[in-house]
């Protein structure tokens, strides 16, 4: 008998999506993400959650699997195209993501960077702005400082910009682009 993975089940798929919510609307907070077995990966887990067949995505850091990708039946594109954009955290993007425009600021990209740990790591981010109460500090493993360089050159024309969606091994944490983020 064929088991369907739970990440490819509609109500595994809605938890994750709410568990996104939840992130963006708290960002820095950490989320486990639900359905992970020995066979799925983290990323593929929220992706089940956020693309179909008329998504846009692009894997600049080749992060899945073939056969993966065809499950998720999205369209590949380039990056400068896609809604979503799959990357990892210690390479930096030499892509133009896009941004969105005044008239229509949500047809922005959303990156989901893949990190080693969201919590315990060496690189040190304060969070402020929408959704933190005062300050939320963040330790994250994985992810190469000057990805919050290129952030901040994507955010600073509010409402333009990028949100970004972190992701470790079992866990996921949210950088809207209306929070700010200083690096100690």
């Known amino acids: 008998m064929f088991e369907v993975a739970p990440i ?4 595994i798929q809605q938890q994750n999506y709410r568990l996104l919510l ?3 609307s708290r960002p820095g907070s950490v989320h486990s993400i639900q359905g992970l077995n020995t066979s ?5 887990a929220v992706l089940a959650a956020l693309l179909d067949s008329s998504v846009r995505f692009c894997d600049s850091s080749e992060l899945l699997e073939t056969s993966d990708i065809a499950l998720l039946q999205a369209i590949q594109t380039l990056p400068e195209e896609a809604d ?3 990357c990892s955290g210690i ?3 030499d892509f133009q993501p896009r941004l969105g425009s005044l008239a229509s ?3 922005s990209a959303t990156l989901l960077v893949h990190v080693s740990a969201l919590i315990a790591g060496d690189l040190q981010l304060d969070l402020t702005g929408p959704g933190i109460k005062e300050k939320r500090i963040c330790n994250i493993q994985g992810l190469d400082p000057d990805w919050l360089v290129k952030r901040e050159s ?3 024309g509010f409402p333009l910009g990028v949100d970004l969606i972190l992701i470790d091994q079992q866990q996921l944490m949210a950088l809207p682009r209306t929070t700010r983020v200083e690096v100690h």
């Open 84 to 86: 979503y954009l799959l």
């Open 154 to 156: 994507w955010v600073c």
């Open 22 to 24: 939840e992130a963006m």
């Open 91 to 93: 390479d930096v993007p």
């Open 8 to 11: 490819w089940q509609s109500h």
């Open 105 to 107: 600021p949500e047809q």
């Open 40 to 44: 799925s990966n983290s990323m593929l």
